[in-house]
């Protein structure tokens, strides 16, 4: 699965919010290295990366909304 086709679920959750596509893309990037470090199978780090940043994504902004804050911080 290319990481284009990864990203638009992040891409989906995150509109609205202040993350830009460069914040994500770096996001991620971070995450794949946290994952990589002392893996040794790394055929899913890019599809658990890309789940945990959506999961990041999506606590903040539904925690940014519950305070009335209509836009999510940076994570």
């Known amino acids: 699965m290319s990481r284009d086709r990864l990203l638009v679920p992040l891409l989906e959750i995150a509109r609205g919010t202040d993350l ?10 971070d995450e794949i290295s946290r994952l990589s ?4 199978v790394h055929d899913y780090i890019q599809v658990i990366a ?24 940076q994570v």
């Open 37 to 40: 470090v002392g893996a040794r």
């Open 50 to 73: 890309v789940k945990r940043v959506c999961d990041k994504v999506r606590h903040s902004a539904s925690h940014d909304r519950a305070g009335g804050n209509h836009h999510a911080r």
């Open 20 to 29: 830009s596509e460069d914040d994500l893309t770096r996001m991620v990037g």
